[in-house]
């Protein structure tokens, strides 16, 4: 069964970090594409960030120079590292896995940013 969870989340004052974890089970893990995606109350999910099956990165506009995606490919665990945390980034965090028509979820990790 391939499938991907979450780890990592709290209780942060703003201006903190954290750093969300996300394990990777299976094959072929090489060949996705994997990102980290969060939504907030009364909001859509959006997509925070993406590591590409070369290393290319992308974020969001709103986490840009704040946030790192990165993968560790012999562990099979992909991370998401959270610096200077602000209140509006309170959401559930979600990691995701793309190959083909292939798609991972895991259930999530809440992060809490205090004002």
């Known amino acids: 069964q391939v499938q991907v969870a979450e780890s990592g989340g709290g209780l942060v004052q703003h201006g903190g970090s954290l750093r969300l974890s996300c394990a990777y089970s299976?094959?072929?893990?090489?060949?996705?594409?994997m990102a980290w995606y969060r939504q907030a109350p009364g909001k859509q999910r959006e997509l925070v960030a993406v590591?590409?099956?070369?290393?290319?990165?992308n974020y969001a506009e709103s986490v840009k120079g704040r946030f790192t995606i990165s993968r560790d490919v012999a562990r099979e665990m992909v991370y998401l590292q959270m610096n200077n945390l602000k209140p509006e980034d309170t959401a559930l965090y979600y990691c995701n896995g793309q190959w083909g028509n292939t798609e991972l979820w895991g259930l999530g990790t809440q992060v809490t940013v205090s004002s």
């Open positions: 299976g094959s072929a893990f090489v060949h996705y594409t």
């Open positions: 590591i590409t099956t070369i290393g290319t990165t």
